[in-house]
């Protein structure tokens, strides 16, 4: 889904009724482990910026000149985070909320605990290694690593519906 990052405002019902999201500080060098964001429909219910538009930036940056830049801030010693790093937007169609990186930064990356559809350009980082997605005419599935211990090394697999990578056995 292409996630249009207007600047619509929701409606106090859709608020009201909305799902709400919290998120977690698990692990950090600057932000407190435990620390909670409790994100509504209209955004981070604790932003100072304060526009009601269902959007939640968060990166580095604090304030621009006339408005407040990210609705939470990230210290700049966070290695890999970004001015705007990424936002997270609801849906009033879906009743969803949906994430997004900004390009800002090293990546936004998430914990996956079911099958993922592989698509064209998805990265894949795991450990110090970081793969790009290319989907080949043919029938062949390009993993192609970026950065880590095999660098520049090219894998390929036959084309299927979903693709499963998994943590290897010690032996």
């Not at 304030?63 to 970004?82: H, R």
């Not at 350009?121 to 993993?143: E, N, P, T, W, Y």
């Amino acid at each position: 889904m292409d996630m249009p990052l207007t600047l619509a405002q929701i409606p106090p019902e859709e608020i009201a009724m909305a799902p709400k999201l919290l998120l977690e500080v698990l692990e950090s060098p600057s932000i407190l482990p435990g620390t909670t964001f409790l994100i509504n429909a209209c955004g981070y219910e604790n932003s100072e910026r304060k526009m009601n538009d269902g959007c939640v930036y968060i990166g580095t940056h604090s304030k621009s000149p006339d408005e407040f830049a990210n609705d939470i801030e990230v210290p700049e010693k966070e290695g890999g985070m970004g001015h705007k790093h990424l936002v997270i937007k609801y849906s009033i169609e879906t009743k969803e909320y949906f994430l997004k990186d900004l390009g800002e930064g090293t990546g936004t990356f998430i914990r996956i605990d079911r099958p993922l559809a592989l698509k064209q350009g998805h990265i894949i980082s795991f450990g110090d290694s970081h793969m790009a997605i290319s989907i080949r005419v043919g029938g062949k599935i390009q993993l192609k690593f970026l950065d880590g211990p095999k660098t520049d090394q090219t894998l390929y697999s036959p084309l299927m519906t979903v693709a499963r990578l998994t943590r290897a056995t010690e032996r």
